[in-house]
């Protein structure tokens, strides 16, 4: 039989992240204290990661843990203990100065953290379990001590085995032993990498790894024991090596990448590394995970899907099809596992002390389904002339079945039609906001609009194979502008309470002013829960606006404005990505630094764009993710943006501002009216 699911639960609660009421000035008030100790401490936590972690537990200790039933002081610590972890994990702070720590004690530092952090999450559960999460985040779960004393044993087997003593694996084996971080795992990745070029043996593969990951060269030589050489391996040790590396790279993963998924189910289901120099790791299964039988098939069906991904949909001869098939697989095994998962995060479920491993599990799966709507996005975004083959309707309804069992479609799967489409689109939104709402506090915005998409009817108006109708498409944009509004109005909230506290904390300890700005919009779009829903909402916005004729705009940016007079209208082709220079662009030679509202009128607007000064208004073709750099700026900068789905209304912008024309420009709560001034 079919196993019954529990529903996500409904959770409301008085935090700093989610309500903006009076606790907000008393969470202001108590971080205040906490950010002192951050500043006094971190000539002692810049020693090594050890240090830094024994110092994030006292800071919980002192400050989260005062006062258990004081919601505002325990707010105040897990901002203020994520942000100073942040700032470390963006390499802004130092993590290692004149000491050499060994990774056991990494691990067993690391471990003393995180047990405070859970003690802080029981105590006050479910206010602050958005800080917790993301401080979790941060951190990864801890590998005991074992673990981290592998780290430095097995590095000794891989030379060993495959003969590599002296140059980079030399360099590369004292690092580890003295200096071992986060670092570590690219390192060891990027020398995978080399050593899969064999028999060309190209080293250019491992400097571009290394900087692609932030690895600079610069950085590889400020170690205590720094790293110099680069590979020079023969085609015979690249073969010895690298199954050796892989494994090595499993082994640091499980002590500095503990949100990595695979890491985290080898955790809840138990694993155990052979005896090396009389070390031996066993990791027990957690009992409640690994009882339920259809909960482990999940988790490893995720597991071997992700295995095989990188060489599957890394084919240039893979399609959108294949794209979006292994996507929404994915995410409904994740969501599947999230669900089972969700009475052990909030502590109703018993899972034998084992709660932070769970929790990491639970933080990598909502990862998965992230990355899988991020897929389908793209997908949808990139293949459309593929996307109109009828096998779309076969290969995706077939993975819906299998997978989610929501709905019945195999009646009629040889045609592909507009209401198919439809439902591919509202099946993946539905797994993000459910996705969303098991991570949110409160999360009843996300539950309404998940039971306005679960009652949405099918969309046919008649027979199966006809267009969703009319009024389907105007139930969904219903639900689409709820979800975009709560997706909006939750990310402000964060930034408005976190960006502060890391701008003081940065500044107070030399960190780069651009990169404390960016920190906390960085963090909105890749680990907040709302970003799978986020991915998805352009293509379900561009399907809804077609099907019920809804005008031309969409609003991704509200402003802080109500109408615009005689505005200047400015013509480019491209908003720039973030750091690009727009000198050449005609909002810079008509003066775009001024204190002039003009209104930009740009064909393509990227996710990683700046708005110049003096824009007051960005008018675009693009469809803009509501979560984007872009869009996040702007809404804390009051500025509109707003989608056109006119090309006539678009072209018409577009030859006014060519001409030097001006606008009035008016904002409603869903739409934009715009009169070009003769």
């Known amino acids: 039989g079919k196993e019954a699911l529990e529903p996500c639960v409904e959770r409301r609660c008085d935090s700093a992240l989610s309500a903006p009421n009076d606790h907000d000035s008393r969470v202001s008030e108590h971080g205040r204290e906490a950010e002192r100790f951050v500043f006094q401490s971190e000539g002692n936590a810049r020693r090594s990661l050890m240090h830094r972690y024994k110092l994030g537990k006292e800071l919980l200790e002192r400050y989260a843990r005062a006062d258990a039933a004081d919601a505002a002081r325990r707010d105040a610590a897990l901002l203020v203990l994520l942000a100073w972890l942040r700032l470390a994990a963006t390499r802004q702070l130092t993590w290692n100065h004149n000491y050499n720590v060994k990774p056991r004690e990494i691990s067993a530092a690391q471990s003393e953290l995180l047990a405070a952090v859970e003690r802080t999450a029981r105590e006050g559960f479910p206010v602050g379990i958005p800080g917790v999460r993301a401080i979790l985040g941060s951190l990864g779960a801890a590998a005991d001590s074992n673990a981290g004393q592998r780290v430095r044993d097995e590095i000794l087997h891989v030379q060993r085995v ?82 050796l590396l892989v494994e090595y790279g499993r082994a640091l993963r499980q002590v500095f990448a503990g949100g990595d998924a695979e890491c985290a189910v080898q955790r809840v289901l138990g694993y155990s590394a052979p005896l090396l120099k009389g070390n031996r790791v066993e990791v027990a299964p957690v009992c409640a995970i690994s009882g339920n039988a259809r909960l482990v098939a999940d988790l490893n069906q995720v597991v071997s899907a992700l295995r095989r991904k990188s060489d599957a949909l890394g084919s240039a001869s893979v399609g959108a099809l294949e794209q979006l098939a292994f996507a929404v697989g994915v995410a409904c095994l994740a969501l599947r596992c999230r669900l089972r998962l969700q009475r052990m995060c909030s502590f109703e479920d018993d899972c034998g002390g084992r709660w932070l491993d769970v929790m990491s599990l639970d933080l990598a799966l909502e990862q998965v389904i992230a990355t899988c709507a991020a897929d389908t996005a793209r997908a949808l975004r990139e293949h459309r002339s593929e996307l109109s083959d009828r096998r779309v309707a076969i290969v995706i309804t077939d993975m819906l079945d299998i997978a989610v069992e929501r709905r019945a479609l195999r009646e009629h799967r040889s045609e592909l039609s507009d209401r198919r489409v439809a439902i591919v689109i509202t099946d993946m939104l539905d797994i993000a906001v459910e996705s969303a709402a098991l991570s949110t506090v409160p999360n009843t915005e996300f539950l309404i609009c998940l039971r306005q998409l679960r009652a949405m009817p099918s969309g046919s108006s008649g027979a199966d194979e006809s267009p969703p109708s009319a009024d389907w498409a105007l139930r969904l944009n219903a639900t689409i502008q709820r979800l975009n509004s709560a997706l909006g109005t939750e990310t402000t909230r964060f930034i408005n309470a976190f960006a502060p506290v890391l701008a003081r904390i940065g500044q107070e300890l030399g960190c780069d002013k651009d990169v404390c700005l960016l920190i906390p919009e960085d963090h909105v779009r890749s680990a907040y829960a709302g970003a799978a829903a986020a991915h998805l909402i352009p293509n379900a916005v561009e399907l809804t606006r077609s099907l019920a004729d809804l005008g031309p705009w969409q609003i991704v940016s509200r402003g802080e404005f109500a109408r615009l007079e005689h505005a200047p209208l400015v013509m480019i082709d491209e908003l720039l990505l973030n750091g690009d220079d727009t000198s050449g662009t005609s909002a810079s030679r008509d003066g775009a630094t001024a204190n002039v509202s003009r209104i930009m009128i740009v064909n393509v607007v990227h996710g990683e764009a700046d708005i110049p000064a003096g824009i007051a208004a960005v008018l675009t073709r693009s469809s803009v993710d509501v979560l984007s750099h872009v869009a996040v700026r702007a809404r804390n900068e009051g500025k509109l943006i707003a989608t056109c789905f006119d090309e006539n209304v678009f072209a018409t912008l577009c030859q006014s501002a060519r001409n030097g024309g001006a606008a009035n420009l008016t904002v409603s709560a869903t739409s934009v009216e715009i009169d070009i001034l003769k």
Request: net charge negative.
């Open 162 to 243: 495959s003969g590599l003593r002296g140059g980079v694996m030399e360099e590369f084996h004292q690092h580890l032993h003295n200096n071992a971080s986060p670092d570590s795992v690219v390192i060891c990745e990027a020398l995978a990498a080399y050593a899969r070029t064999a028999p060309n043996m190209d080293p250019s593969v491992y400097w571009r790894y290394l900087e692609t990951h932030g690895v600079t060269r610069a950085r590889l030589l400020s170690y205590d024991r720094p790293i110099r050489s680069g590979p020079d391996f023969s085609a015979e040790q690249c073969v010895k090596v690298l199954p």
